[in-house]
C-alpha cells in the first residue's frame, strides 16, 4: 500500500504493520494530513529498500510475523537513520521500558488514535529541524533560512528536500571543520551512533551529488579517509576534490 507521489515538501513515513485494516486507517489518516505513506506487512521487506528510499520516521509494530519488531529495531536503524516509532497492544511498563531503551523514539500503545498519532509523529520530526531554527545561516552569499526551509545562493533560490537541507545546514553550521560519521550522524538523526550504521554515508552521497549538479564553483564535501567529511565554500577557489 503506498500513497501519492511525494513531492519535495512532504515527509515520507514507512508504516511497517500486518494489520491490514489498521494499516489503512493510518495510512488514509496521515495522507490526509499531507504525508506520504510507505506500508509494508513485514519489517524484512523494509530492509530490501534501503537503497532506494529515504524515510523520514518509521512507524512499525511489534508483534510482526516472522522477527518481531524488537528483534529487528538494530537491523532498521542500521538501514535508516531517521526516528522510529513503536505501535503496539503490548503495554507493559517492561515493554515500553524496551522499546525506548533500544533507541525508539517513542512508544504508541494500540489501538491508535490517530491525533494523538499526529502528535507524536510532529513532535520526533521536529526534533530534526536545526537547534536555531530562529535564524538564518549565513556562508558567503549561501543562505539557508530553516523556516521557509530555503537555500539561496545570491539571487538564486536552490530547492532541497527537508532532509537535505538539514544534513546541509549542520555542514555550513561546521563549515572548514572535519566532521566525523559519528558526528554527523548524532546531529542529523539526533541519537547515539551504534558504530555500525554506515546510511549516513548515503545521505552525505546523495547531499554531494546534489552540490555537484549545481556546479557551484568553491562549493565541495570532501571525503578525508579516516576521518569524516569536510564541507567548505570558497567562492573564490575552484579546485578538484580531494576524496
Known sequence: MTGTRMTDSQSQILLIEDDLPLAELVCTYLEQQG??????DNAEDALLRQDTDDFDLILCDVMLPGQDGFSLYPQLAASYPCPIIFLTALDS????IRGLDLGACDYLLKPVVPPLLLARIKASLRKLQPKTARDSLR???LALNPNLQQVNLGDEVISFTTKEFSLLWIFVLYAGKVL????????????????????IDLKISRLRKRLD???VPGL???TIHGKGY???YLPEFSGEELT
Open 180 to 199: 566525523s560519521r559519528e558526528f554527523l550522524f548524532e546531529q542529523y538523526v539526533g541519537r547515539e551512533y551504534d558504530g555500525l550504521d554506515r546510511a
Open 93 to 96: 511498563h517492561l515493554d515500553q
Open 220 to 222: 565541495t564535501i570532501t
Open 35 to 40: 504525508f506520504h505513506l510507505v506500508h509494508l
Open 213 to 215: 549538479e549545481l556546479n
Open 230 to 232: 569536510l564541507f567548505n
Open 139 to 141: 556562508l558567503h552569499n
